[in-house]
T-cell receptor, first 115, second 111 residues
Framework: DAMVIQNPRYQVTQFGKPVTLSCSQT?????MYWYQQKSSQAPKLLFH???????NEADTPDNFQSRRPNTSFCFLDIRSPGLGDAAMYLC??????????????FGSGTQLSVL | KQEVTQIPAALSVPEGENLVLNCSFT??????LQWFRQDPGKGLTSLLL?????REQTSGRLNASLDKSSGRSTLYIAASQPGDSATYLC??????????FGTGTRLTVIP
């Protein structure tokens, strides 16, 4: 009954080798988010999509890009992963944009290792 | 910029104890405050959401309060159980459609 599904659960890549993380949702939510969480740190927002409207946080590195081909799927592309990009990547969804009662629903995350 | 602080960073309690986790934030212009649970190596599970106009929310053994003017929230867990062991994160949602998270409190409930 998973509602936000992230694949793969664990991803190992080599320094500089492009990698793509995927997220799908069965909630039909309009908004999808990508967060990066490094060990013992707070999750940090990288991007969000409101429908097809892409929003990039100001301090998200250029190395990170995202695609949302349809409502259900969203991808995070890391063009040239560095050692500092090793982290848990969390996908989340919400029904609408900013609102007082909007909950976020998170996937289980993809743990990325860079060798 | 909004900053969210959680104290303590880690807490160990014997089973059955009631406990309080603390969260503070610097900018009171928030839409809501949310408490999440995160198990090791897993994603986040939403526990409670308090709208900016509300003072508290309850779900089972959990009660969260919000004092927006002082920039504080507490999560009260009654009759703690070993299954409550996890990291608890609070987050505030701002008008910029962003959730600002604290670094969490790692709770261990000892049987």
């Amino acid at each position: 009954d998973a509602m936000v599904i992230q694949n793969p659960r664990y991803q190992v890549t080599q320094f500089g080798k492009p990698v793509t993380l995927s997220c799908s949702q069965t909630l039909n939510h309009n908004v999808m988010y990508w967060y990066q969480q490094k060990s013992s740190q707070a999750p940090k927002l990288l991007f969000h999509y409101y429908d097809k409207d892409f929003n990039n946080e100001a301090d998200t590195p250029d190395n990170f890009q995202s695609r949302r081909p349809n409502t259900s799927f969203c991808f995070l592309d890391i063009r040239s992963p560095g050692l500092g990009d090793a982290a848990m990547y969390l996908c989340a969804t919400s029904r609408a944009r900013t609102a007082v009662s909007e909950k976020l629903f998170f996937g289980s995350g993809t743990q990325l290792s860079v060798l | 910029k909004q900053e969210v602080t959680q104290i303590p960073a880690a807490l160990s309690v014997p089973e059955g104890e009631n406990l309080v986790l603390n969260c503070s934030f610097t900018d009171s212009a928030i839409y809501n405050l949310q408490w999440f649970r995160q198990d090791p190596g897993k994603g986040l599970t939403s526990l409670l959401l308090i709208q900016s106009s509300q003072r508290e929310q309850t779900s089972g053994r959990l009660n969260a309060s919000l004092d927006k003017s002082s920039g504080r929230s507490t999560l009260y867990i009654a009759a703690s159980q070993p299954g409550d062991s996890a990291t608890y994160l609070c987050a505030v949602q701002t008008g910029a459609n962003n959730l600002f998270f604290g670094t969490g409190t790692r709770l261990t409930v000892i049987p």
